[in-house]
């Protein structure tokens, strides 16, 4: 996983295709849904002083 924030969405779409999760460009809906709702997911976490846990996403995305 690359640390930095946040994250293009190539670098997104790269990211979950490295954890076994295939969204390519003919879905691309749902590749614009998943990279945005990860958008929001960061700034909730700056407003809350979280850290970022997109291996939590990804496990969250898995149970989709």
């Known amino acids: ?3 930095s924030y946040p994250l293009n969405r190539n670098d997104f779409i790269t990211e979950l295709e490295r ?3 295939t969204l390519d460009e003919s879905r691309l809906a749902e ?3 998943y990279f945005n ?3 929001e997911t960061l ?3 700056n407003k ?3 850290a970022h846990d997109f ?3 990804i496990a ?3 149970k989709q």
């Open 43 to 45: 700034r909730q976490d």
């Open 60 to 62: 969250w995305m898995k």
């Open 1 to 3: 996983m690359t640390n």
């Open 19 to 21: 954890n076994n999760i």
């Open 48 to 50: 809350m002083n979280k």
């Open 31 to 33: 590749v614009n849904y």
């Open 55 to 57: 291996d939590a996403y």
């Open 37 to 39: 709702l990860w958008g």
